[in-house]
């Protein structure tokens, strides 16, 4: 079965400062996982990808890091206020794998000013 | 806007009642998934619809069902509704159920206060 796991249910770090997500999953095809951002009182949006085939996917302030068998790493260098969310690590469906869209427990990040 | 509306947006029913919370996909979406999160809980896959066909099931009670119809909108009803059931609870959409580019689009939820 897919699992996606986020060990850390809370980060806190200071504006200006890299913020590291990490998101491990197990038996996954792991063709491409998705990170989303979500605000109180708001539903998940879409935030950043990364496919099996990269080590690396930047968009502006935001990178994830294929880091190791079964790892992801999202970072955010600068950090900022508005940053404030809790970032959930999915795992897609994917061809000839699980149909499902499985999420991670999510990550509650804090930047302070 | 994701384009996903989720209504109602807040629901207050009493334990043993039955309610239907309902979600318009963005234009073009063919899949639907419904979501719940509970207090200091991740996003728990419930069910997912593809072109009014079931494709996928999560951890979903036997008192709830979903349903999509043939416009492609989807109803999860809950039923017997004990106080744990007490949620956010989100539906999302996307063009297809499978592939690479499975981004899904969320809507704003539905929040279930049971009492």
């Known amino acids: 079965d897919q699992q996606v796991k986020q060990n850390s249910p809370s980060l806190s770090v200071q504006e200006g400062r890299i913020s590291i997500l990490n998101c491990d999953y197990t038996?996954?095809?792991?063709?491409?996982f998705l990170w989303y951002k979500k605000y109180p009182a708001e539903g998940p949006t879409f935030l950043i990808s990364?496919?099996?085939?990269k080590d690396k996917n930047e968009d502006g302030r935001f990178t994830v890091l294929n880091k190791s068998a079964k790892h992801l790493s999202l970072h955010i260098v600068p950090s900022q206020p508005g940053d404030s969310a809790v970032y959930f690590c999915?795992?897609?469906?994917?061809?000839?794998?699980?149909?499902?869209?499985?999420f991670g427990k999510g990550t509650k990040l804090t930047v302070n000013p | 806007d994701s384009g996903v509306t989720q209504t109602p947006k807040h629901l207050i029913t009493a334990t043993g009642q039955r309610v239907t919370l309902r979600c318009s996909p963005r234009?073009?979406?063919?899949?639907v998934y419904w979501y719940q999160q509970s207090l200091d809980q991740g996003l728990q896959f419930l069910i997912q619809?593809?072109?009014?066909?079931?494709?996928a099931k999560g951890n979903i009670l036997e008192r709830f069902s979903a349903q999509q119809f043939p416009d492609l909108h989807s109803e999860l009803n809950l039923s017997s509704l004990e106080l744990g059931d007490s949620a956010l609870y989100f539906c999302?959409?996307?063009?297809?159920?499978?592939?690479?580019?499975?981004?899904?689009?969320f809507g704003q939820g539905t929040r279930l206060t049971v009492v």
């Open positions: 990364i496919s099996s085939i």
């Open positions: 038996n996954s095809m792991f063709d491409y």
């Open positions: 999302a959409s996307s063009v297809e159920p499978t592939g690479w580019n499975s981004e899904a689009f």
């Open positions: 234009s073009g979406d063919l899949s």
């Open positions: 619809y593809y072109n009014g066909e079931e494709r």
């Open positions: 999915a795992d897609p469906p994917c061809q000839g794998g699980s149909e499902k869209l499985v």
